[in-house]
RNA sequence: UCCUUCUUAGCUCAGCUGGUUAGAGCACAUGACUGUUAAUCAUGGGGUCCCUGGUUCGAGCCCAGGAGAGGGAGCCA
């Protein structure tokens, strides 16, 4: 049925074709009416011209409204001026499935409004760019895992127990037991390692953080790696690489995507390289602004942010103010009082994420000054390191207190275990949890009791350590967390189709 | 669970120390305009000011309680 796509309209230029796709935008004056034309694989303006198509096809065109769908025909004809480089000039066209009353506007809107408008706020061309730009991370980290001879492996969804305490899980009704919702597959993992030595888990994972962040998501996809015979090290090179790997295919093959949503690709070619590994003492000292990194301190560069939002504050209410008495000048134009609006309108939202700046960048000093050494980094301890970073970093030999049972105590400090966490740069934080597994039994089922697991419960996972167990390690990664980075958003919530967080369960 | 900001037209927002009939822009509808790229012009329709109760001669505005949303902390990828 769909023979030409909108993405290949170069190879068809003077000859004559049919579109199928939906009017993204619509404008008319007399005689002629003009249709972007979008059909997933691009955009591309056709005209309609009344001496063209006659008074009944043109009447037509004129009910095309905001994403009714439609079929055009016409001739490819080259036009610098458009944005795919070509024009469709129409001689024939049909409305497929009309739109009325679309409800997204050529506007700013509000995150509530756009969240309940999801289905259709998908349609938008940013939305278009970032689920792009997903699906070309997802087949970017199995071309990197399969070509290092890693098999994909899944681990079970349902999971009978409570694995890191029941607090943050998803209860389901299994035949009439309880059973939770998978929120991490490395256990099984780790099974699975010892079976084919190298493979990944890539699939859904579910967390009832009651959580209103911009990080979080109670519904998230999340890889994991397992791999036999490797330590922290070999783990930290192997994160490198994969993460190194991922956002250059990106780079390489994204560049459209990454301009309409406006990224700024220089700090990411910083990707090549190597990322800064700080233990978790260097990374405190650094916090609490004892240590600079590359002459700079965190407490003052946060200040300096501080003293930056605030004038920036200024600068926008000064500039709101002005726009304002422009409009009510006398006898000013409705098409320039109209732009104005929506200049204001932009402004606005502007001055309400700098305010929230304004409340939060205290917090988040106070937090870094009183941090107190042996608790895990916070959010905001995460946000403060990394900006002083434009490269991931790596930070790793956790106080064992802080971090998860299954990981192995350093050897050469029983203070620590090789955890090794991963944080994106430009304020994003952790995308990467990580580290070696523990070997020996008996500090396993230690740390079982100090956490107050039910043994029973892990008595297969101990089975993995009294078999010819072999010094292992692996880490989980958060795709959303690596698009949301990757595209520079403001929010997980855009970077996945249909986004389930604390509140949000529709659409 | 805690802290914080917010809720006025379909959308984005004004609405001054409480005072007649609540406003703007966009969107929509009708008409005018033969090349527009969120900027043409005119006219028009459109409101349970989140809900409940209170104070007051009078509440969109003040007070109390509730609901919903945004951001942050905790927790995490």
Redesign the pocket.
């Not at 408008?117 to 730009?133: D, E, G, P, T």
């Given at each position: 049925m769909q023979k030409y796509l909108i993405k290949d309209l170069a190879s068809y230029e003077g000859q004559e074709l049919t579109l199928l796709g939906w009017a993204s935008?619509?404008?008319?004056?007399?005689?002629?009416v003009?249709v972007?034309l979008r059909d997933g694989t691009g955009w591309c303006?056709c005209?309609i011209?009344?001496?063209t198509v006659g008074e009944a096809l043109f009447e037509e065109a004129r009910k095309i409204?905001?994403e009714a769908s439609v079929s055009l025909t016409g001739l490819v004809v080259k036009?610098e001026?458009?944005?795919g480089g070509f024009?469709l000039?129409v001689n024939a066209l049909e409305i497929i499935g009309e739109s009325?009353?679309?409800?997204i506007?050529?506007?700013?809107?509000?995150?509530?409004?756009?969240?309940d408008k999801r289905h259709l706020w998908l349609r938008s061309q940013r939305q278009w760019a970032i689920m792009r730009i997903r699906n070309k991370i997802i087949f970017s980290i199995h071309e990197f895992f399969q070509s290092k001879g890693f098999v994909q492996m899944d681990a079970p969804l349902f999971t009978g127990n409570a694995c890191?305490g029941t607090?943050?899980l998803f209860e389901t009704d299994f035949y009439g037991d309880p059973a939770y919702l998978s929120?991490?597959g490395q256990l099984y993992g780790e099974a699975m390692a010892m079976t084919l030595g190298k493979i990944y888990t890539f699939g859904p994972?579910f967390?009832a953080?009651?959580?209103?962040?911009?990080?979080?998501?109670?519904e998230?996809w999340?890889i994991e790696p397992e791999m036999a015979f490797y330590d922290i090290f070999d783990n930290m090179d192997l994160i490198e690489d994969f993460l190194r790997s991922v956002v250059t295919a990106v780079l390489d093959s994204c560049e459209k995507e990454l301009a309409i949503i406006g990224r700024d690709t220089e700090i990411l070619k910083n990707i090549i390289k190597p990322f800064p590994r700080l233990t978790y003492d260097e990374a405190v000292r650094i916090i609490k602004g004892e240590q600079d990194v590359n002459g700079q301190n965190s407490i003052v560069s946060l200040e300096n942010e501080l003293k930056a939002v605030q004038e920036r504050i200024g600068l926008v209410q000064a500039e709101i103010a002005e726009r304002?008495a422009k409009?009510k000048t006398p006898g000013m134009?409705?098409?320039?009082?109209?732009?104005n609006?929506?200049q204001?309108?932009?402004l606005?939202?502007e001055l309400?994420d700098l305010?929230?700046?304004e409340?939060?960048i205290p917090?988040?000093l106070n937090?870094a000054r009183n941090f107190e050494y042996g608790?895990?980094?916070?959010?905001?301890?995460?946000?403060v390191i990394t900006r002083l970073f434009d490269v991931p970093i790596m930070v790793y030999n956790w106080p064992h207190e802080?971090?998860?049972f299954y990981l192995k105590r350093d050897p050469e400090n029983s203070k620590f275990a090789r955890g090794v966490?991963?944080l994106a740069p430009e304020g994003y934080?952790?995308?990467?949890?990580g580290g070696e597994r523990e070997t020996n039994e008996q500090l396993l089922i230690e740390k079982i009791n100090e956490h107050q697991l039910p043994m029973e419960a892990f008595e297969w996972y101990l089975d993995l350590r009294r078999y010819g167990t072999v010094p292992h390690a692996g880490?989980?990664?958060?795709?959303?967390?690596l698009v949301t980075w990757l595209c520079k958003l403001?929010?997980?919530?855009e970077s996945i189709p249909f986004p389930r967080?604390?509140?949000?369960l529709l659409p």
């Amino acid at each position: 049925m769909q023979k030409y796509l909108i993405k290949d309209l170069a190879s068809y230029e003077g000859q004559e074709l049919t579109l199928l796709g939906w009017a993204s935008n619509k404008r008319e004056s007399k005689g002629l009416v003009f249709v972007v034309l979008r059909d997933g694989t691009g955009w591309c303006q056709c005209v309609i011209s009344q001496d063209t198509v006659g008074e009944a096809l043109f009447e037509e065109a004129r009910k095309i409204t905001l994403e009714a769908s439609v079929s055009l025909t016409g001739l490819v004809v080259k036009d610098e001026r458009q944005m795919g480089g070509f024009e469709l000039q129409v001689n024939a066209l049909e409305i497929i499935g009309e739109s009325l009353d679309y409800p997204i506007a050529k506007k700013e809107h509000g995150v509530d409004f756009l969240m309940d408008k999801r289905h259709l706020w998908l349609r938008s061309q940013r939305q278009w760019a970032i689920m792009r730009i997903r699906n070309k991370i997802i087949f970017s980290i199995h071309e990197f895992f399969q070509s290092k001879g890693f098999v994909q492996m899944d681990a079970p969804l349902f999971t009978g127990n409570a694995c890191e305490g029941t607090s943050n899980l998803f209860e389901t009704d299994f035949y009439g037991d309880p059973a939770y919702l998978s929120q991490s597959g490395q256990l099984y993992g780790e099974a699975m390692a010892m079976t084919l030595g190298k493979i990944y888990t890539f699939g859904p994972t579910f967390r009832a953080e009651k959580s209103k962040t911009r990080r979080h998501l109670s519904e998230f996809w999340m890889i994991e790696p397992e791999m036999a015979f490797y330590d922290i090290f070999d783990n930290m090179d192997l994160i490198e690489d994969f993460l190194r790997s991922v956002v250059t295919a990106v780079l390489d093959s994204c560049e459209k995507e990454l301009a309409i949503i406006g990224r700024d690709t220089e700090i990411l070619k910083n990707i090549i390289k190597p990322f800064p590994r700080l233990t978790y003492d260097e990374a405190v000292r650094i916090i609490k602004g004892e240590q600079d990194v590359n002459g700079q301190n965190s407490i003052v560069s946060l200040e300096n942010e501080l003293k930056a939002v605030q004038e920036r504050i200024g600068l926008v209410q000064a500039e709101i103010a002005e726009r304002e008495a422009k409009i009510k000048t006398p006898g000013m134009k409705k098409g320039e009082i109209g732009f104005n609006q929506a200049q204001i309108d932009k402004l606005k939202q502007e001055l309400s994420d700098l305010q929230e700046q304004e409340r939060n960048i205290p917090q988040w000093l106070n937090s870094a000054r009183n941090f107190e050494y042996g608790n895990d980094l916070g959010g905001s301890d995460e946000t403060v390191i990394t900006r002083l970073f434009d490269v991931p970093i790596m930070v790793y030999n956790w106080p064992h207190e802080v971090k998860a049972f299954y990981l192995k105590r350093d050897p050469e400090n029983s203070k620590f275990a090789r955890g090794v966490d991963v944080l994106a740069p430009e304020g994003y934080g952790e995308i990467v949890g990580g580290g070696e597994r523990e070997t020996n039994e008996q500090l396993l089922i230690e740390k079982i009791n100090e956490h107050q697991l039910p043994m029973e419960a892990f008595e297969w996972y101990l089975d993995l350590r009294r078999y010819g167990t072999v010094p292992h390690a692996g880490f989980g990664l958060g795709l959303e967390r690596l698009v949301t980075w990757l595209c520079k958003l403001p929010h997980v919530r855009e970077s996945i189709p249909f986004p389930r967080m604390y509140g949000r369960l529709l659409p």
